[in-house]
């Protein structure tokens, strides 16, 4: 397959009484946009599933982390079945996983043969390292889909073009940015750095952020930002470099296709070649 119609959401929080609640919202959300092939959720969406622990423990930066990952398992079972009955890839919002000790923040895919992979966090913000306590989980993976090599950047890891370039190099195709920004600025930091990982890279770069207020947790409280696609700017895509893009801050879905053929091309035969002619920018050296 080389033409790719990706959905990407603004996705905003709620409080759910039973994890019944939250099935019927996934489920919504996914059946809006089931006709396309490779649906992308934000950066720790799944956080609010600590409102199922209820007001007290939803408050708190620890217990919430603990009560978001007690539901990992049936989450699971959720986007496996969504992803099998409409015959698409999910990437799901990211959420804490307890294996060392202390959280990683871990979005997985899944697709119709099942769970593909997942793609653990590797550089924390200031707010996870000082104030959270989540931590990173070093090395990146490509994943081999039907519908192109997938890679993912979870939110600031964006920002750092060697993570950008890893991927690239090992065949990347479309690279995942889930986000969670509470700050018009944090929410630009990542799309200017998703703009350039597309430049330099030459692929497609989908970026899905969380937006609106959530009152009852201080890690998800303000929620900032735009759905979008991007793709290099090298006279085979828009000379913008934006393939589709929403409004600020509106939830819904962005959606667009994508023709990964085009990613080819752009590396052989775009007006500029950032991405072969990496080596060179990387062998400079200071001159005394």
Known sequence: MTK?????????????????????????WVEEVADCDLIVFPEYGAMELASLGG????????????????HAEARDRLHLDLAKAHALYILAASGPVFEAGRPYNR??????????GHQDKQVMTRFEREDWDVIGAPGLRVFDTRVGRLG????????????????AEA?????????????????NRVRIGSM???????????????????????????NRGIAAIYAPSDGLWPESGIIAEGQMDQPGWVTAEVDLALVAESRRDGRVLPFAHWPESAASRLID
Not at 4 to 16: H, L
Not at 152 to 167: A, K, M
Not at 205 to 212: A, D, R
């Open 152 to 167: 993912v950047l979870i939110c600031y890891d964006s920002e750092f073009p060697l993570l950008g370039r890893t991927l």
């Open 55 to 70: 007001r007290e423990i939803a408050a708190d930066l620890e217990q919430s982390l603990h009560e978001v990952a007690r």
């Open 196 to 222: 350039a990982r597309a430049l330099e890279c030459q692929c497609v770069i989908v970026q899905s952020p969380t937006v609106g207020d959530c009152d009852w947790n201080p890690a998800i409280d303000e």
């Open 4 to 28: 790719v119609r990706i959905a990407t959401s603004a996705y905003p929080f709620d409080w759910f009484d039973s994890f019944a609640d939250y099935a019927a919202k996934i489920t919504r």
């Open 107 to 116: 979005a997985v895919l899944f697709g119709p043969e099942g769970i593909v």
């Open 171 to 187: 065949g990347a195709e479309i690279i995942l940015v889930p986000s969670c920004t509470d700050t018009v600025a944090g929410f």
